[in-house]
Nanobody, 123 residues
Framework: QVQLVESGGGLVQTGGSLRVSCAAS????????MGWFRQAPGKERESVAAISWTGISTYYADFAKGRFTISRDNAKNTVYLQMNSLKPEDTAVYYCNAVKVVAGTVEPALDAWGQGTLVTVSS
């Protein structure tokens, strides 16, 4: 099983940048496609980006395209999300998880979640 710990969130102004990280434990991390999800206050959790276990293939939600970049370092069991040109509507708790694709939709593959990391973008 994989355990996940997110970090790197914080307060940033509109237009600023932030990189969040997800450290995973477990020897099978490198075999999982991984992804980032977010949940804003009063809203459902949504997928943000995903990356294949090789790091070659990536997926971005429309709102993330051109602004966010997902990457991973399998030697460090870590996946990253670089977020640029942040907007107030990006304010949310960001979570990582292994991912699967179901009917063309990126969904979390593990039932267990980390504590997430809060990103707040001020206007």
């Amino acid at each position: 099983q994989v355990q996940l710990v997110e970090s790197g969130g914080g307060l940033v102004q509109t237009g600023g940048s932030l990189r969040v990280s997800c450290a995973a434990s477990g020897r099978t991390f490198s075999t999982y496609a991984m992804g980032w999800f977010r949940q804003a206050p009063g809203k459902e959790r949504e997928s943000v980006a995903a990356i294949s276990w090789t790091g070659i293939s990536t997926y971005y939600a429309d709102f993330a395209k051109g602004r966010f970049t997902i990457s991973r370092d399998n030697a460090k069991n870590t996946v990253y999300l670089q977020m640029n040109s942040l907007k107030p509507e990006d304010t949310a708790v960001y979570y990582c998880n292994a991912v699967k694709v179901v009917a063309g939709t990126v969904e979390p593959a593990l039932d267990a979640w980390g504590q997430g990391t809060l990103v707040t973008v001020s206007s």
